[in-house]
């Protein structure tokens, strides 16, 4: 089984199944093959395993509800190994399976607004201890960067985000924790969209001693849709392309702004009555540096109360805000995207030693 897995996940992966013959209908069947039988072996693709091409520093760089940030390289490259955190009480089988479900997803996309997934990491002498490596985004997250950065073209980071999300859904992925913290910005100054999956692949039902991905996460829950906010104990929503799009809503409103949704109300345990009711971020005056200063403009605003419609099938959806008119008339004075590799399977051809013969 080991070696089916290995020799199907070649193919997969590393792009032999990615010739113009083979159609992206088939191209899915075999993602799905492959993850259901990574499901049931506990397996992954040993093509995505870095772990001996990797230097990581010793100590984290940051630290979220997934576990913790690591600075390091992968030879020339700089990059970023995001280890998730595992107790005592962790379920090990399943947060392996998860975590390799998460790698083998991940490893497939290439969008130049979500971020690249190389390969998985295993920390040395701590088998359980698991890391996702992707490029270093010295700019940080897009809040760090307009703090560094108040006067960047912020409209054109709402086209980013937009055209990220949009590339999610047209492949049956939902981001489901979009915000401020989970979009990164490259040297180029353009959006990416990471952590996708994050919150779910370390959930409560493998992670016991905490609770992330749910509705019940106080640090995102004054991005979520009111259909996930459900003041039900035992409710258990899931996040869906519409709640995406309320979520990408709330982050515009933190980027067009500078304030985090509901800003003014510190108890976050008040945030699922005031959303379900009705509620929603306050609009700035017009005298606020949102509009004087950030570019927020009545279109823009206009877009966003779209985004936060309470019945969800009154919210555009990603595509139609990808195409939305004043994104398409922003002039982009950017240098292109430019992750260095055509794909992360090209990154994983190009650091890893040359196979044996027989091998």
């Known amino acids: 089984m080991r ?6 996940s ?9 010739d113009p013959g083979t159609p992206a209908s088939e191209r899915g069947k075999f993602f799905k093959a492959l993850l259901s ?3 049931s072996t506990g397996l992954y693709p040993q093509c995505l395993q ?4 990797v230097q990581k520093c010793d100590e984290p760089v940051a630290a979220g509800a997934f576990g913790e940030v690591f600075r390091g390289s992968v030879g020339d490259r700089e990059v970023a190994i995001k280890v998730f955190r595992v107790y005592e009480t962790t379920n090990v089988v399943k947060f392996k399976k998860r975590a390799w479900a998460e790698a083998i997803l991940w490893c497939q996309l290439y969008h130049a607004n979500v971020l690249p997934c190389y390969g998985i990491h295993h920390l040395h002498n701590q088998p359980s201890r698991i890391g996702l490596v992707s490029p ?3 700019s940080g997250n897009v809040v760090d960067y307009l703090r560094a950065n108040p006067t960047a073209e912020r409209p054109l980071l ?3 985000i937009a055209s990220g999300m949009s590339y999610l859904h047209e492949n049956n992925i939902v981001h489901g924790d979009l915000k401020g ?3 990164l910005v490259s040297e180029s100054g353009r959006a990416s969209l990471a952590d996708f999956g994050l919150s779910r692949v370390s959930g409560p039902a493998l992670l016991t001693s905490v609770v992330t991905g749910t509705a019940k ?13 459900s003041l039900e104990d035992d409710a258990d929503p899931k996040v869906t392309r519409t709640s995406d799009v309320y979520s990408y809503g709330c982050a515009c409103y933190e980027i067009m702004t500078g304030n985090i949704p509901f800003f003014q109300t510190r108890n976050n345990y008040s945030i699922p009555a005031l959303v379900l009711a009705g509620g929603r971020p306050r609009r700035p005056d017009p005298t606020d540096p949102a509009y004087q200063e950030y570019g927020l403009t009545e279109e823009i605003w206009s877009l966003i109360e779209r985004c936060w419609k309470h019945d969800a099938i009154q919210r555009p959806t990603a595509v139609e805000i990808e195409e939305y008119d004043l994104f398409n008339s922003l002039a982009d004075p950017r240098p292109a995207q430019q992750w260095g590799y055509a794909s992360a399977a090209e990154f994983r051809r190009l650091i890893m030693p040359p196979s044996l013969p027989g091998s």
Do not use: C, Y
Not at 10 to 18: A, P
Not at 50 to 53: A, E, I, P, T, Y
Not at 217 to 229: F, H, V, Y
């Open 3 to 8: 070696f089916l897995i290995q020799r199907f």
């Open 10 to 18: 070649g193919q997969v992966l590393d792009g032999e199944t990615d």
């Open 37 to 39: 039988l990574s499901k």
């Open 50 to 53: 870095l772990s001996h091409q």
């Open 136 to 138: 270093w985004m010295g």
């Open 158 to 160: 709402l086209s980013d």
């Open 181 to 183: 913290a989970n979009i």
């Open 217 to 229: 996460n106080t640090g995102t829950i004054r991005w979520l849709a009111p259909e996930l906010l």
